[in-house]
């Protein structure tokens, strides 16, 4: 029990020191006992942090965790050595987070395989069920959940619509994609599929290693390709700036997935709000932090996609872009 008496001067004791609460005098170092620090990591396919990292850990402090206060978090950047993600995986298993955090379809798997128990919210997938991650969006089964990407049928219904009215004339289309991400060759497919139906003669183009874009232009130039899509995951959007210039060096307009690739120089976007879809994250962590099972949080889907173009690129191809998709857009780079 708490004495009310005074203590001397200077003799105050940390095991009598009391606090009011109500009608109650709690020790201060209960308080002090239920304020854990959260061990959070995060693997990702990125060379390093960006903006939509710095999304999730502003959507944290809006729910009440601050970095270093309430929180810590250990950053695995993977970059293009994905040959080390099983290593990266099990060492933030074995460093005991309560949480792990993954971004792109990869590194879900990789931590999907080391830890069947501590929780896992990811972002950066297409198709969470056909990756094996989960076993439905409603249900998911285990111990992983987060939010996905752009569904692939409207996807891309969208993208190659947009291509259409981009380009009226366009017959020859490139599609830059990484045989890497398994899910991504059936977006493939399908594009190859729908696009025939509008009269596109659809070219895959597989990236996934240095020179790999480079070669991918060069060729597609050859053939005089008049547009190219580029889906969205780890290795574009780590060589997004170089996948810019190279369209703008052979005056090809680029259609992305997201903002972030017309930020860098692309030409136009349409799909999730990137920066949000991190900071989605954001919710799943601090619901699983106060007690909710991850097989208990259906996955999310995306609510809200975007356009948004680049005039100055479309000035710098000589392309202009057409009032219809100008009066739909949700943005201007210039």
């Known amino acids: 029990m708490c004495s009310h008496r005074e203590a001397p001067h200077n003799q105050v004791s940390r095991r009598h020191l009391c606090i009011e609460v109500g009608a109650l005098l ?23 942090p960006g903006p939509n990292h710095a999304a999730f850990l502003a959507r944290m402090k809006q ?16 970059g293009s050595n994905t040959a080390t993600l099983p290593a990266h995986a099990a060492r933030l298993v074995q460093s005991k987070p309560d949480l792990i955090l993954t971004q792109s379809q990869i590194c ?78 059936s977006v493939v497919e399908l594009l190859v599929l729908k696009g025939k139906g509008l009269g596109f003669d659809v070219r895959p183009m ?58 860098a120089g692309g030409l136009v976007s349409y799909g999730v709000v990137y920066h949000e879809h991190f900071a989605s994250a954001a919710h799943y962590v601090d619901k699983i932090l ?5 097989a208990d949080l259906p996955v999310q889907q995306p609510a809200k996609l975007e356009m948004v173009v680049n005039r100055k690129t479309a000035r710098t191809i000589g392309l202009l872009v057409p009032v219809t998709i100008l009066v739909r857009a949700d943005e201007f780079l210039d």
């Open 26 to 48: 709690v020790p201060v170092g209960v308080f002090a006992q239920s304020r854990k620090l959260w061990r959070l990591a995060w693997l990702s396919p990125a060379d390093g």
């Open 63 to 78: 729910l009440g965790y601050e970095e270093g206060k309430q929180f810590e978090i250990e950053w695995a950047w993977v």
């Open 108 to 185: 879900a798997q990789a931590a999907q395989k080391a830890t069947s128990t501590i929780p896992i919210v990811f972002v950066g997938v297409r198709d969470a069920v056909a990756a094996g991650l989960v076993h439905s969006y409603a249900s998911t089964g285990g111990n992983l959940t987060g939010v996905t990407l752009t569904p692939n049928d409207e996807l891309v219904a969208k993208l190659l619509e947009l291509q259409r009215e981009l380009v009226p004339t366009a017959r020859r289309l490139g599609v830059v994609w990484n045989p890497s991400v398994p899910v991504q060759a």
């Open 206 to 263: 597989p990236v996934n290693r240095p020179g790999d874009l480079e070669r991918s232009f060069a060729e597609m130039a050859r053939e005089r390709v008049e547009g190219v899509l580029t889906l969205v995951e780890w290795f574009t959007f780590n060589n997004r700036e170089l996948l810019a210039r190279l369209a703008l060096q052979y005056r090809i307009p680029t259609m992305f997935e997201v903002k972030d690739y017309v930020t």
């Open 290 to 294: 106060k007690g909710a099972r991850p």
